[in-house]
């Protein structure tokens, strides 16, 4: 199978620290000043440019990230579709938040808005504290549960003929049906290192996506997730993804020159204030990627141009593919090779990085035959014929 390039869209801001967009803190200090002069706001004419940029260079998709910290997803990337053509947005979204039937109606209208080009990407949160700030009280597995039964929810009622009927724990949905004309709905990602995530996401998910660990980790996990999505009949319906940050040059000198200049801007006070969060983080992937390092600056290659840096202070994915162009394919090819099809990349600044790996690993890994070409534009899917127009008279005299 080809393998798939995504990007990642900053709706916090971007710069040129290692952080750019991820941490959650404030770029303003307290009377307004603005902390970093390079900071990029999250304007739609900033995200358009990255957005036009990712599509120009051949990316299929580009990440929203959710959560307070940044934009609201659906409403930049509703905005962005008009400033493309072909680009697909990763919509980062929180089940138990909203009915899913009004879920699916949002998606069914963004497809049409978009012509088709919406993904999902389902995030439950691993945050108690930041979920209670949105009026969720549920713990871990609870809000996994809670997902199981809003995708059920979400894919019964899409196109549902008869009406959808569920009752659940969570849901009781009464004959429910949403149109999702001519576009249908759209393909789910979902992470989640957890037992109660690996199972909802054997049952429900289309790509199954992981932060990025060491090839061994991964494979094991890869492994664990084929056996539940075959014990619930899905084996050939699942597929695997990865998310990474991306440090990709012209030689290994000046990638990680780079990566050394994104560890020097970071104090021992900090790191150990973001570990602490992580270790006691309810996320098991985020747990997963703090014990990559333990804090410790020097463990972070933790395998050949897999460097750990991000993940001394940033949430989420931590690591990063470094080195120059051939050595940074050849990674991708190595995660490739133990099933991973799509790619979820980024950098700081996301606009520059962008052009970075496009125009060299990219170019390595489409002459090799193991890039896919840049998906066309979705097309509807067919529908019943439209009406005859009726007939009116022309007006007399």
């Given at each position: ?245 991306v440090i990709s040059r ?88 133990l099933g991973l099809d ?56």
């Amino acid at each position: 199978m080809p393998l798939h390039l995504h990007w990642y869209l900053p709706t916090n801001g971007d710069d040129r620290g290692i952080v750019g967009s991820g941490d959650g803190e404030p770029r303003h200090g307290a009377e307004g000043a603005v902390r970093y002069s390079r900071f990029r706001a999250p304007t739609v004419g900033y995200l358009g440019q990255i957005a036009r940029a990712a599509e120009q260079l051949g990316y299929e998709a580009v990440l929203t990230p959710t959560g307070l910290w940044c934009e609201d997803a659906w409403i930049v990337t509703a905005a962005l579709s008009q400033v493309t053509t072909r680009l697909r947005f990763l919509v980062a979204f929180r089940p138990g938040l909203i009915s899913p039937t009004l879920a699916a109606h949002q998606a069914a209208t963004f497809q049409r808005v978009s012509d088709g080009r919406l993904v999902l990407n389902i995030v439950t949160g691993g945050d108690s504290a930041e979920q209670r700030r949105l009026g969720d009280h549920l713990d871990h597995d609870q809000r996994y549960a809670r997902a199981d039964e809003f995708l059920a929810v979400l894919r019964g009622v899409a196109g549902a003929r008869p009406a959808f009927d569920f009752t659940g724990a969570h849901y009781d949905v009464r004959d429910a049906s949403v149109d999702v004309a001519p576009w249908g709905p759209p393909p789910v990602f979902f992470g989640g290192a957890s037992p109660a995530a690996e199972r909802v996401a054997a049952r429900h998910a289309d790509v199954y996506l992981a932060w990025g660990e060491t090839p061994a980790q991964i494979a094991e996990r890869l492994g664990r997730m084929r056996e539940l999505a075959a014990a619930a009949g899905r084996e050939r319906d699942l597929s695997f993804g990865i998310r990474f940050h991306v440090i990709s040059r012209d030689t290994a000198a000046e990638a990680w020159a780079e990566a050394e200049r994104l560890l020097d801007g970071l104090d021992d006070a900090r790191i150990a204030a973001h570990q602490a969060v992580f270790a006691a983080s309810e996320s098991v992937g985020q747990r997963r990627m703090a014990a990559l390092h333990g804090g410790d600056r020097s463990r972070l290659e933790v395998h050949p141009n897999v460097w750990a840096g991000y993940g001394l202070v940033r949430g989420g994915g931590g690591t990063a593919i470094v080195g120059s162009h051939e050595q940074v394919a050849e990674r991708i090819e190595e995660y490739h090779a133990l099933g991973l099809d799509h790619f979820i990349l980024s950098g700081q600044p996301h606009l520059e990085e962008a052009y970075h790996l496009a125009e060299g690993a990219a170019v390595l890994l489409r002459a090799r035959g193991l890039l896919a070409p840049p998906a066309p534009a979705p097309a509807a899917l067919p529908g019943p014929p439209a009406p005859p127009i009726p007939s009116v008279a022309a007006p007399a005299g």
